[in-house]
Antibody, heavy 120, light 107 residues
Framework: EVQLVESGGGVVQPGGSLRLSCAAS????????MHWVRQAPGKGLEWVSL????????YYADSVKGRFTISRDNSKNSLYLQMNSLRTEDTALYYC?????????????WGQGTLVTVSS | AIRMTQSPSSFSASTGDRVTITCRAS??????LAWYQQKPGKAPKLLIY???TLQSGVPSRFSGSGSGTDFTLTISCLQSEDFATYYC?????????FGQGTRLEIK
């Protein structure tokens, strides 16, 4: 059974940093691209970032480019999102999502999310 | 970025109804479109990809169609568990983008 469990969310001041983690199980982790998708309270879905299975390719939404860094450790079946220079508009529930295949760019499994609140 | 526009944003329907949700892309995306269902407090669930391919385990009352810029999600006979918010997503180009969502409520 595929499981994705996010952690690392919390309350941080504007300008601060936070690192999110996603622990994956139930599939061959390095065979699949992984994504972060976020959802502001009461709002829709926003794709944040993608990393290929080998970690060699990364892509970002314009809203986070230069501030967020996606990475993965295939030896630990883990995905990460380093978030720097956080803004109030980054407040959201952050989901880790598995790509449906190598890098098809749509998502067949999602975690339950970890909440990030940026507030002074 | 490709803009995805769903219509309607919300509407009410009854169990047993046939409903259609529309998604329009600001430029052609071939068939690189997925549909997701999200219930309150839950993560989204993939329903359809490649515009019309049903994800494994999804009931056959769900169907998708379209290509280019105009797409539809149809639920042939609404069940109580189908009342949720639905999102389309294009994966033709980066950044990947979602529609604003369509909230389907019980009449």
């Amino acid at each position: 059974e595929v499981q994705l469990v996010e952690s690392g969310g919390g309350v941080v001041q504007p300008g601060g940093s936070l690192r999110l983690s996603c622990a994956a199980s139930g599939f061959t982790f390095d065979d699949y691209a992984m994504h972060w998708v976020r959802q502001a309270p009461g709002k829709g879905l926003e794709w944040v970032s993608l990393i290929s299975g080998d970690g060699g390719s990364t892509y970002y939404a314009d809203s986070v480019k230069g501030r967020f860094t996606i990475s993965r450790d295939n030896s630990k079946n883990s995905l990460y999102l380093q978030m720097n220079s956080l803004r109030t508009e980054d407040t959201a529930l952050y989901y880790c999502a598995k790509d449906i295949s190598t890098i098809s760019r749509h998502f067949d499994y999602w975690g339950q999310g970890t909440l990030v609140t940026v507030s002074s | 970025a490709i803009r995805m526009t769903q219509s309607p944003s919300s509407f009410s329907a009854s169990t047993g109804d046939r409903v259609t949700i529309t998604c329009r892309a600001s430029q052609g995306i071939s068939s690189y479109l997925a549909w997701y269902q999200q219930k309150p407090g839950k993560a989204p669930k993939l329903l359809i990809y490649a515009a019309s391919t049903l994800q494994s385990g999804v009931p056959s009352r769900f169907s998708g169609s379209g290509s280019g810029t105009d797409f539809t999600l149809t639920i042939s006979c609404l069940q109580s568990e189908d009342f949720a918010t639905y999102y389309c997503q294009q994966y033709y180009s980066y950044p990947l983008t979602f529609g604003q969502g369509t909230r389907l409520e019980i009449k």
